[in-house]
């Protein structure tokens, strides 16, 4: 099913919900950021393009929509 730990993803559903400002209506935002900072260290800078581990990134989505809606 997942090429990724399920520590890892419990581990970034909880940095997405620490989030300043966290609300149900930018998670998509939010986890897109939650896996900028673990790819690249650091979060994304207002114009930042570097890439994300985009499967990672629907994952983290999927699992997060599924444990608040």
Do not use: N, T
């Amino acid at each position: 099913m997942s090429d990724y730990s399920e520590y890892l993803i419990k581990s970034l559903i909880k940095k997405v919900k620490e989030y300043p400002r966290f609300s149900k209506e930018e998670i998509e935002k939010l986890c897109w950021m939650a896996v900028h900072e673990h790819k690249h260290g650091v979060l994304p800078s207002e114009y930042d393009i570097r890439e994300i581990d985009e499967d990672l990134y629907l994952e983290l989505l999927q699992e997060l929509k599924s444990k608040i809606y």
